[in-house]
């Protein structure tokens, strides 16, 4: 699942699991904190473990729960923070030439294990550093851990599935064909929109380029729900000279890709398997970043 849908608004799948993991990991770090610190606080001084003593369980407790709420909180924001540094300086030439996409979260240039380490080596650090303080960060962690993966699988997002065999049509054109026969062998960009979809307005010419550009990587521009006459007076205004233009009139590719919201991109190799996927509006870094990922797929 690549986004999700609150009523009408589309949210990116990711974010909202990383959030929800965190959610739950300070609560559960809390929660072990104080009873913790209620449990030292009725056994006395000693069973702390440190010569100071301990004051009241209930106030002790609540101290451990924000330190412990606090440490998770900055060991994800320096695992984002990390994971985006090793993205960018893998791309360093690309966000050189475009220095404000860097400062752009939405593009989705992360590089997990990074943060993951970074995140881990600081959550040592903390717990090396308080005694007090490691079963709360211990289980924070653990619930983080698990919640991401375990929520990752569920949603999928991990997952490489094969491009689907889904109807579309050409503009013109009555008789539908494959999405998959399309791709006909070779890497292709799936870029799913709609002409009021404001977003897919603004990274429209940017697509258009890379199709008049990239020679090995096919363009394939699925419409969503519009008709053949919305479209080509669309592209017409616009001045777009875009090669397969593609109609899916009942709006059923995305919800089978997992979004169902506008814009979103997928990125498949030539044996027809997701390389990468993106929602919402893609700039040039970004774009360029995941067709360097393409080009490097088995062919």
């Known amino acids: 699942m690549i986004s999700v ?25 809390g929660w072990v904190a104080r009873r913790a610190g209620t449990a030292e606080a009725d056994a006395g001084p000693e069973a702390a473990g440190d010569t100071a003593p301990v004051s009241g369980g209930e106030t002790e407790g609540r101290a451990r729960a924000d330190a412990a709420g606090h440490a998770l909180i900055l060991a994800v924001a320096l695992g984002l923070l990390a994971a985006r540094l090793v993205h960018l300086g893998g791309h360093a030439d690309l966000y050189a030439a475009e220095p404000l996409a860097a400062l752009d979260l939405r593009d989705g240039g992360w590089h997990a294990a990074s943060g993951w380490a970074a995140a881990a080596a600081w959550l040592s650090w903390r717990a090396w550093r308080s005694a007090a303080l490691r079963p709360a960060l211990g289980a924070g962690a653990l619930v983080l851990l698990l919640g991401s993966t375990a929520g990752a699988r569920l949603l999928g997002l991990h997952d490489r599935p094969a491009l689907p065999a889904l109807p579309v049509q050409a503009l013109g054109e009555a008789a539908p064909r494959s999405l998959a026969e399309l791709a006909a062998g070779r890497p292709v960009v799936v870029n799913l929109w709609a002409s009021w979809c404001g977003p897919c307005r603004q990274e429209m010419p940017l697509l258009a380029a890379a199709q008049q550009r990239e020679t090995r990587v096919g363009f394939l521009f699925v ?77």
């Open 223 to 299: 419409n969503q729900g519009e008709s053949a006459a919305a479209v080509q007076a669309y592209l017409a205004d616009q001045g777009l000279a875009l090669r397969e233009v593609w109609l899916d009139p009942r709006s059923a590719v995305g919800p089978a890709l997992g979004s169902r919201g506008l814009p979103t991109t997928l990125f498949y190799d030539a044996q027809g398997q997701l390389v990468a996927s993106h929602f919402g509006v893609l700039h040039s870094a970004a774009l360029e970043a995941r067709l360097r990922e393409l080009r490097r797929s088995p062919r």
């Open 5 to 29: 849908s609150i009523g009408p608004l589309a949210l990116p799948a990711a974010p909202l699991l990383l959030l929800g993991s965190l959610w739950a990991a300070t609560w559960v770090a």
